[in-house]
């Protein structure tokens, strides 16, 4: 007995240090359609709602090892996903091993459909499995404190339970039920400990003839909920069926079916049915990456829907499955909400299917439409998509439907033809990218339309142009790592007549810059959005946070100038020094020609048709004072595009970093 207690300590131990690896390793987001995890098997999924996200605890489907059973379940393991948005998924890693089972068998290969409920502080998962001795089920208990674990399992099986599929439900007082299946559904009060039955267990009454298993019972509105796998005669594959009480043992009255077979002929479906923000849904199983083998199953959500009187209304399977997909993330279209006649899908590589699917438009007018995508976060950008032809074709992105808005069009040209989308790869996966020519408002559907022969697309992706500058943000900015002055006040460009730079002569330059352009011209810390007339133009500056060392001034007058070329530009900036800073040299680069001013002084002047280069001209030594130094420019360009950089060096030429950029008036 000894011995056997300082064996199972040492496996618990070194089954919590794998399992804090894991935790530590194995935190891979995944986002999802139908099925929601993409890189491994995972059947049977019970979802719980812990501290606002969904937690998935579902089977793990693996390849039968050799000495196994090659055509039937095969589980080792679990592991535990969550979710806060149901798209996007995170495996937390393995959570309990057959291995780590004290009172399993190490290579039992039988970790069945489990549950996990929290109780009195802790997390209790659920867990069937093959015993060490004799045959058949057992179902165990495994505690943690964290629904990610580690969990550590009950040293003994649960006393008085023979079978699979555990599922427990906690009634509003606090008393727990624990349902399973063998020899039929049957169920029991849990003692306060969550490890072992009250007294003996009973057949739940009332349900339907013909096979049962998987029960998953739950309460709503004052209502208790059996629901259950279940074989309807003749039929010879399992529906998702529910059965309703008063009482949570029943007897119970049968209602119907929630799910009915799939349509593919997998054997098994699997369920658990969860309240998240408001909204019920129905997790399931079906084999979509073993289409060849109905053991190798992968979760998959639908929303479901009550009627008044508490009945629950049919589900239908669907690819899209649930939740919003952002515009900027891979949108699977093979996962549609909907396809005209003739769309198909196909795996990228039958032999890996991990690698997922395409869709088939076989012709001009057929569409697949993809519903839920947020745009909120693209302004204007492009779209990339994947995608292969063997012809010559093209097809369209739509707002909402097939005769919707075009948002982009994209043409694949193949065998050597030319044209803007010249690839010469027929049959050929291409990444194609192309400006969007519309953005739809908030969350919209998409539709791709197949406009020529057929066409195959991956996936779809949209992007935004690179802003180049954003808003400042309310905190302080710093310079970055090499010292660069990237929050900066600009004044909308003010219109120069410039044929060329070759003007920028040092007396031509002190000229235009020593010109009063606005008041204050050479002391003014303005508001973000103060605005400035200059001649017949109204002006305003901006605060902004450039996204490069160099701020791309031609960009932004892109964006709020009245003209790009032929442009003064004033700047202006605060630096904050916490100590005084001696013997520092200003280092600018402009394109073209730009002066600089330390509070008030001029230090710099960079004259002649200038490209940009980084630390392109230095001032002499300067102090930067305690507390706040002004920093001031003007940079003016005829026919180029404008930008400038800047930064203080020390007497070695390191980076100056040690203050802060804080913009306050
Ligand atoms: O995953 C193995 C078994 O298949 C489950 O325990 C059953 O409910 C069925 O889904």
Not at 124 to 130: E, R, S
């Amino acid at each position: 007995m000894l011995r056997y207690n300082r064996q199972r300590t040492s496996k618990q131990k070194a089954m919590k240090q794998l399992t804090f690896l894991f935790l530590l390793a194995i935190t891979i987001a995944s986002t999802a359609q139908n099925p929601i995890i993409h890189d491994q098997f995972t059947a049977d999924p019970t979802a719980r709602v812990f501290n606002n996200k969904v937690y998935l605890f579902p089977s793990h489907d693996i390849p039968a090892p050799a000495g196994q059973r090659q055509d039937w379940f095969c589980m080792a393991d679990y592991h535990v996903f969550s979710s806060e948005n149901l798209t996007e998924w995170t495996d937390h890693g393995m959570i309990l091993s057959q291995e780590n089972v004290p009172w399993g068998k190490p290579d039992g290969y039988s970790m069945w459909a489990p549950d996990c409920v929290f109780k009195n502080g802790k997390y209790y998962f659920y867990y069937p499995n093959a015993p060490r001795e004799g045959r058949g089920f057992a179902i165990g208990v495994a505690i943690a404190d964290r629904p990610e674990g580690p969990y550590t399992p009950e040293k003994e099986s649960i006393k008085g339970v023979g079978g699979i599929d555990p599922c427990v439900l906690i009634d509003d007082n606090g008393t727990a039920y624990l349902y399973w299946s063998g020899m039929g559904i049957r169920g029991g009060r849990l003692k306060e400990n969550m490890t072992e039955l009250e007294s003996g267990s009973q057949v739940m009454e009332g349900l339907p003839e013909g096979f049962k298993e998987g029960p998953f019972a739950f309460k709503r509105e004052g209502r208790y909920y059996l629901t259950f796998p279940w074989v309807r005669k003749d039929k010879g594959t399992e529906t998702l069926a529910y059965a309703m009480s008063d009482s949570p043992l029943g007897p119970w009255q049968f209602k119907g079916i929630i799910m009915a077979e799939h349509d593919n002929r997998c054997w098994t479906n699997h369920h658990s049915l969860v309240e998240y923000k408001g909204q019920w849904y129905l997790f399931y199983h079906r084999n979509h990456y073993s289409p060849q083998m109905d053991k190798r199953r992968s979760a998959c959500i639908e929303k479901v829907s009550f009627n008044a009187d508490g009945t629950i209304q049919e589900v239908k399977q669907t690819l899209r499955g649930v939740g919003i997909t952002q515009a900027t993330d891979k949108i699977e279209i093979d996962r549609y909400s909907s396809v005209s006649d003739g769309v198909t899908i196909a795996f990228n590589d039958t032999t890996a299917t991990f690698n997922g699917w395409h869709a088939i438009l076989p012709k001009k007018g057929a569409w697949v439409k993809y519903n839920d995508v947020d745009f909120s976060n693209i302004t204007d950008g492009y779209v990339v998509v994947k995608a292969k032809a063997n012809a010559n074709t093209c097809f369209t992105i739509k707002d909402k439907s097939e005769k919707g808005k075009v948002i982009a069009k994209l043409t694949i040209t193949v065998e050597g033809e030319t044209g803007p989308f010249r690839r010469s790869m027929k049959g050929q996966w291409m990444t194609l990218t192309i400006p969007v020519e519309y953005v739809p408002k908030g969350t919209s559907n998409l539709c791709v339309v197949c406009e020529g022969p057929e066409v195959c697309i991956d996936w779809l992706q949209f992007k935004n142009r690179t802003t180049y500058m954003k808003p400042a943000t309310a905190t302080s900015a710093k310079p970055d790592a090499e010292g660069f002055i990237r929050r900066w006040m600009l004044l909308e460009p003010i219109k120069q007549e410039i044929r060329s730079n070759v003007v920028f002569t040092n007396t031509w330059l002190r000229e235009a810059f020593a010109k009063q352009y606005f008041d204050y011209q050479m002391t003014i810390l303005p508001n973000d959005g103060q605005k400035v007339k200059v001649g017949n133009q109204n002006l305003t500056w901006h605060l902004l946070d450039s996204e490069t060392y160099n701020v791309r001034l031609f960009r932004f007058a892109e964006k709020w100038g009245q003209q790009t070329y032929g442009s003064l530009f004033w700047a202006v900036t605060v630096i904050d020094c916490p100590e005084e800073i001696h013997d520092v040299r200003l280092a600018a680069g402009s394109n073209g020609a730009s002066m600089w001013w330390l509070n008030d002084e001029e230090v710099l002047l960079l004259e002649g048709d200038r490209r940009m280069v980084q630390d392109d001209g230095m001032s002499q030594r300067l102090t930067l004072k305690k507390g706040r130094n002004t920093l001031r420019c003007a940079v003016i360009n005829g026919p180029g595009l404008s930008d400038m950089c800047v930064r203080f060096l020390d007497e070695k030429g390191n980076p100056v970093t040690g203050y802060s950029l804080d913009f306050r008036p």
